[in-house]
């Protein structure tokens, strides 16, 4: 959908529905991608980009919609897409909450709890196009993507590892794209015991068109030559499932392999996500030191849908890393940035919610590490 026809669009959308009126304003969109186990919970991505959300406005308003429709659908939604509109300046936001479901002929079925809309219905040609719109919005550094062996956000299946070897709940979201470009969505839960796994297939045009659901009790890690199979086993059904197979690492990229930090308060291991990184190392082969820099989402965007975590810093405090730093300090953050930088968690003042930003330092590297508490 070209930005021109969009305009138009959401002109016309204004001009003819008396629940909007020429001064709303789309403050923000949430989107929620709906898993089956809900003990975990799901993640809500937050977007602000002004053309996002205008185009997202601009695809709801192709929507045919039958108000005095009641629909039961047969399954959970895929999406839930919520819109944060200002009607007027210090008035309360009106929320508008839009169930959706990807059908497999590309068009969309829609359930809205605003009264002049209610169950609609989006043709393929504007919800192909749609949906296109919404999965890079949930899958931008949320998902593990694995296209042939060529892995992306590979960090974040990291962190899954280090969690299941901690025995902490967490889950993990992955896109494999089939030989012919065909994406399936794996959404992994780990419960501390054991494994929820989802595959949908319903993109697949050579698979079976259906969302498999499965239990297992392991992750396995199996080395073959230069390959690393992670295979789940103790599965229902007594096989096997491959999960992702990817290249071991060589002696010079264990090199710039970033820390990993274990963080405990009390008898509570503390959830950390790495963020911005310069890593400098030295390879061998070549005599040269080289310095690998990343720029990431602030700790206040990193922690945006993220619980916090209960704490008292007067209870026992154990911070350590693979390698041990040269320096370690603690930033607090808040929406605007940084509002303390302290050398020891003791020295913290702040109570209630706050983001935690630990910089460890290594020589001429740093590393950061991110995470939400509430300190009593």
Not at 57 to 74: C, D, F, H, I, R
Request: proline share 3%; glycine share 6%.
């Amino acid at each position: 959908m070209k930005r021109i026809l969009v305009c138009a669009v959401l002109l016309l959308l204004v001009g003819c529905t008396d629940e909007q009126n020429d001064s709303s304003i789309i403050q923000r969109a949430v989107i929620e991608r709906v898993v089956s186990d809900k003990n975990i919970g799901t993640e809500e991505i937050m977007v602000f980009d002004q053309e996002d959300l205008d185009d997202i406005q601009g695809y709801l308003s192709e929507t045919k919609w039958q108000p005095n429709v009641e629909a039961e659908m047969a399954r959970e939604e895929d999406v839930v897409l919520r819109l944060f509109i200002e009607l007027e300046k210090n008035l309360p936001e009106r929320i508008n909450t839009y169930r959706i479901w990807y059908e497999q002929d590309h068009s969309i079925t829609i359930l809205s709890n605003v009264e002049t809309e209610g169950y609609g219905r989006l043709n393929a040609e504007f919800g192909k196009p749609f949906k296109e719109l919404l999965q890079p919005l949930i899958n931008e550094k949320k998902q593990v993507i694995d296209r042939h062996g060529q892995i992306e956000n590979e960090e974040l299946f990291e962190q899954f590892l280090n969690d299941i070897e901690a025995n902490n709940e967490t889950l993990l979201e992955m896109i494999r794209y089939t030989i012919e470009g065909d994406p399936i969505y794996w959404t992994i839960e780990y419960n501390g015991q054991h494994f929820s796994i989802e595959i949908d297939n319903r993109e697949d045009a050579f698979g079976s068109k259906t969302v498999e659901n499965y239990q297992c009790t392991q992750l396995d890690e199996v080395v073959t030559g230069s390959l690393i199979d992670y295979n789940f086993t103790g599965c229902d059904g007594d096989f096997d499932i491959n999960l992702l197979s990817v290249e071991k690492t060589t002696e010079a990229s264990t090199e710039l392999k970033i820390p990993n930090i274990n963080f405990i308060i009390g008898d509570q291991t503390i959830k950390t996500y790495k963020g911005a990184y310069s890593w400098s190392s030295f390879d061998a082969s070549t005599g040269e030191t080289t310095t690998t820099m990343t720029d990431h989402a602030s700790p206040n965007q990193m922690m945006e849908a993220v619980q916090e975590i209960e704490v008292n810093l007067n209870e026992p405090v154990e911070i350590t890393f693979d390698s041990e730093p040269t320096k370690v300090e603690f930033n607090i953050w808040n929406e605007a940035g940084i509002i303390s930088t302290y050398q020891s968690l003791e020295e913290i003042k702040e109570t209630g919610p706050i983001i935690l930003e630990i910089v460890g330092y290594w020589n001429e590297s740093r590393a950061t590490y991110v995470t939400a508490l509430k300190v009593e």
